[in-house]
């Protein structure tokens, strides 16, 4: 499985602004950057994406990437929780932030497929099992283990530190990498525990629930802290800790490492 950052404008500096994952170039999680990050006819490739949460730094770009692939082939499947659904229904195609695409596909071509999911519940979408798992953040928001059979991904994102969560992905069988958010310096742990995001300790109490040999990646770094953010990462020493995944990049998702030894025969 391969998953790539959504690639950021190229004025912007380094850090993550707008958070979207394309994993093997047809499914996304989260729609921040979606419309704006890939040509059209790569866009239309995408046919189903999942939403953690309503905030707008992981959904400003859904309506530009319906807006922009409409009719090039089948409407898309947003799923998201019936709370991030309201608001998508609600604040976002609502004839003022932007025309109305759920009541037009009633109408015409639908522009969009709308599908409730519920935590714990996996959807299947081909050969992917994907698991939404609930988190702590300010609204209710949801975290995405992405199945395609031979290996796993674990994207953790928009969470303040929930030992259980972080225990339930490290028992995952088949784990193969974790990306995992970080979006505040030590410095500024408050707001990091007013707006339920991680600091650097807590990405190392995370990392240190999970097992050894997942690589593990750091995600959601808030631009203006980039710097601070990463010397503190490295500090920690980790030895699964792979760096920032940056916008941009792509990951090879592989099946852990079998660990131990023949026995002789
Ligand atoms: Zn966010
Ligand atoms: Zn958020």
């Known amino acids: 499985m391969r998953v790539q950052i959504a690639p950021s404008p190229p004025s912007a500096g380094p850090g993550h602004t707008l958070s979207t994952f394309l994993i093997d170039e047809t499914i996304a999680i989260d729609a921040g950057g979606l419309g704006m990050s890939w040509p059209p006819e790569a866009l239309a490739r995408i046919h189903d994406v999942f939403i953690t949460h309503s ?3 992981h959904l400003a770009g859904l309506a530009v990437f319906l807006d922009t692939i409409y009719d090039l082939g089948p409407p898309p499947t947003i799923h998201a929780s019936a709370a991030t659904l309201r608001s998508i229904r609600k604040d976002v195609f609502n004839d003022r932030l932007f025309p109305d695409f759920v009541k037009l596909s009633r109408i015409m071509p639908p522009f969009l497929t709308l599908a409730e999911i519920d935590a714990d519940i996996p959807v299947s979408v081909g050969k992917y099992q994907i698991t939404p798992i609930a988190v702590h953040h300010t609204i209710p928001t949801v975290n995405y283990l992405i199945d395609d059979g031979e290996t796993v991904l674990a994207i953790l994102t928009d969470t303040a530190p929930v030992p259980s969560v972080f225990a ?3 028992a995952t069988p088949r784990l193969g990498a974790v990306l995992l958010e970080c979006s505040f310096p030590s410095h500024q742990a408050r707001l990091a525990d007013i707006s339920k995001h991680l600091t650097p300790s807590q990405f190392r109490e995370a990392v240190g629930l999970l097992p050894s040999v997942v690589p593990v990646y750091a995600i959601h770094i808030k631009p203006r802290f980039y710097t ?3 010397a503190e990462l490295n500090d ?3 030895l699964n800790f792979q760096g920032v995944a940056e916008p941009g990049d792509i990951i090879e998702v592989r099946p ?4 131990g030894y023949l026995s002789a025969p």
């Open 256 to 259: 852990p490492a079998v660990v």
């Open 236 to 238: 920690l020493d980790l």
């Open 168 to 170: 339930r992905v490290a």
């Open 228 to 230: 601070e953010i990463v």
């Open 55 to 57: 905030h707008i730094d």
